[in-house]
C-alpha cells in the first residue's frame, strides 16, 4: 500500500494536527519557522500533496483560489459568503451520511472529500437600505 511517511512527512503531519482550523501552505510555513523547523515553501507544499495523497489530510480551495490544509480526521465544511467572503463552519458533515462506495467506478479509492456552500450571510442578504440608491434603469427599447 502506501509508503511509509520520511519523517518530515510525519512531523509536517503532527505539527497540522496542533494547530487549530485549517492552515495555507504559507501560514504553514511561517509557523514552522516560528518553532524554529528550517523547511523550504516548495518543501512544505511537496509534503503536503503526499499527505493527501496518503489520505492523511484533507484540502479545500478558497474562492480566491487559497488552498487550506487540515488533517483528514477534521471534517469541516463552510458556508461562505459570496459578497463579504466571510466563512463560517457547518456544525455538522453532511456527507458522511451519504453513502457514496457503490456508486463509484471500480477500483477508484476515495481519500477525502470537501463541500462548500456558497450563499449570501444574513448581513448582505439584509434588505438593501445600506445600498446606494440607483438611478432606474432607462429602458425603453427593450420591452414589448
Ligand atoms: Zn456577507
Ligand atoms: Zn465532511
Redesign the pocket.
Known amino acids: 500500500m502506501a509508503p511509509a511517511l520520511t519523517a518530515r512527512q510525519s512531523a509536517l503531519l503532527e505539527f497540522l494536527r496542533s494547530c487549530d482550523g485549517e492552515l495555507s501552505g504559507q501560514a504553514l510555513h511561517g509557523r514552522l519557522r516560528e518553532a524554529g523547523v528550517t523547511i523550504g515553501l516548495a518543501t512544505v507544499y511537496r509534503h503536503l500533496r503526499t499527505l493527501q495523497q496518503q489520505g492523511l489530510i484533507r484540502c479545500r480551495h478558497l474562492p480566491n483560489g487559497e488552498a487550506l490544509y487540515a488533517p483528514l480526521e477534521r ?3 463552510h458556508l461562505t459568503c459570496l459578497e463579504c467572503g466571510r466563512s463560517s463552519e457547518l456544525p455538522l ?4 451520511s451519504v453513502s457514496v462506495g457503490e456508486h463509484l467506478p471500480a477500483g477508484f479509492q476515495p481519500l477525502f ?3 462548500e456552500i456558497y450563499g449570501l450571510c444574513a448581513g448582505c442578504a439584509a434588505p438593501a437600505a445600506a445600498l446606494p440608491t440607483r438611478e432606474p434603469t432607462p429602458d425603453r427599447d427593450g420591452a414589448e
Open positions: 471534517d469541516v465544511h458533515c453532511p456527507v458522511g472529500h470537501t463541500l
